[in-house]
């Protein structure tokens, strides 16, 4: 049995400053884009994708350039590697390259990353397009969370270590169940929007036509 004391390393500490780091550098990025009397929904969907693609770029990012060209994680040097490694304890796919989760992390990095840096410029004009693509954004993020333990599940979990509450908690639910939630609201926000748009253009060609 892991113990949660001697498992909290430099490396947990570091990872996950720097995640709260990614999460400051968006906040003040909504600052400086948005107008003070932007709506708070908004103030706080530029945030997220700001954080989004930072957390892409970056950390995502470097566990791409790990796994490819017959590198992996576990095998690889640096404080990027050390990083995986701490999180590849709590799900061991992620230190030997597992090709459904890094075909996952090509899409997520290669795709996601760039859509949600195109829809924070849309955020910024107030562009009412960025409704669409928040959707197929938020889409492609819950269909990469399913892809990435619906399979897992589906086996019995062999590759996850539950057995520590850091691994548990903060790694795997923590760290996964806010690319959930968020999108999951995110739709259901630019929804609102688009069916009203359209259900208000739907009652003035009636108007128009009675």
Known sequence: MSNTATIFTKTSAFSLAGVVFVGLVAYLGSKAFLPKNARWQDRYTFIWLAFDALIHFTFEGSFLWLSVFGRQVNT???????????????????????????????????????????????????????????????????????????????????NLDTSNALYLWVYLVLMNVIWVFIPIWLMFESYTHIAGALRAMQRGSRAKAA
């Open 76 to 158: 690889e040097a640096g404080p990027f590697a050390d990083m995986w490694r701490e999180y590849a304890a709590a799900d061991f796919r992620w230190g030997v390259s597992d090709p459904t989760v890094v075909s996952l992390e090509i899409l997520t990095v290669l795709g996601a990353g760039p859509l949600c840096c195109y829809i924070l410029t849309q955020l910024a004009k107030n562009d009412p397009a960025r409704h669409y693509w928040i959707i197929v954004l938020s889409t492609a993020e819950l269909y990469g969370g399913w892809m990435t333990f619906c399979p897992e599940w589906l086996t019995g979990s062999p």
